[in-house]
């Protein structure tokens, strides 16, 4: 769903990212659904399905097992990918907990994503080929040192891929597992996803 546009000459005084970003902090999003800002549009994304939020779950508390005391792990948290004016809001992020302490309580903000150390996306099924495409490539972009995608609905079988090494808007090494095999987290996390326990 679409919820707003900038039309060609709509906002002449301003760029079209100054114009969504406000728009996007003033919506009143229903609890559960997320704003995202891609290609000059705000789109409104449901809330996912009950094994969507028990694997983003299962991850959350993997990561928690090692992760230092200055970072912290953040759900529906606004990132904004700034060499291409966008904002996603992950599944999960794994932030600096200071950054998120000194965000001005008085202002809805995306945080950079080229502060992240991990985003994390589950693929839902209206979305899975964005967070595949696109968001693969922007995160790259931002640049974010790890993106782990989580695909429910891969052609050949739920897997779970990490990608590593961002350089030029690429990610250089990719690891990639089905379903049931452990898929390894390097420094600072430290841990391994048992994907076994992911419901498909």
Do not use: C
């Amino acid at each position: 769903m679409t919820a707003a546009m900038v039309e060609p000459g709509q906002t002449p005084h301003r760029r079209p990212w100054d114009y969504l970003l406000q728009t996007w902090r003033e919506l009143d999003v229903p609890e559960g659904w997320r704003a995202e800002i891609d290609e000059d549009r705000i789109v409104l994304a449901p809330p996912p399905h009950a094994h969507h939020n028990g694997i983003a779950a299962a991850v959350q508390r993997r990561l928690y097992q090692n992760l230092p005391d200055e970072l912290g792990i953040y759900q529906t948290l606004g990132i904004h990918i700034a060499p291409l004016d966008r904002l996603y809001v992950p599944d999960l992020v794994v932030m600096p907990s200071r950054l998120i302490a000194d965000a001005d309580p008085d202002v809805n903000d995306p945080m950079d994503a080229a502060e992240a150390l991990l985003v994390v996306e589950i693929t839902s099924k209206g979305n899975a080929k964005d967070d595949r495409t696109k968001k693969l490539w922007a995160y790259a972009h931002a640049p974010v040192p790890a993106y782990l995608l989580i695909d429910r609905f891969d052609e050949h079988g739920p897997t779970t891929t990490l990608f590593t090494e961002p350089e030029n808007g690429a990610y250089k090494h990719t690891e990639r597992v089905p379903f049931g095999k452990p898929l390894a987290l390097p420094a600072p996390f430290h841990t391994t996803l048992h994907t076994e326990s992911f419901p498909a």
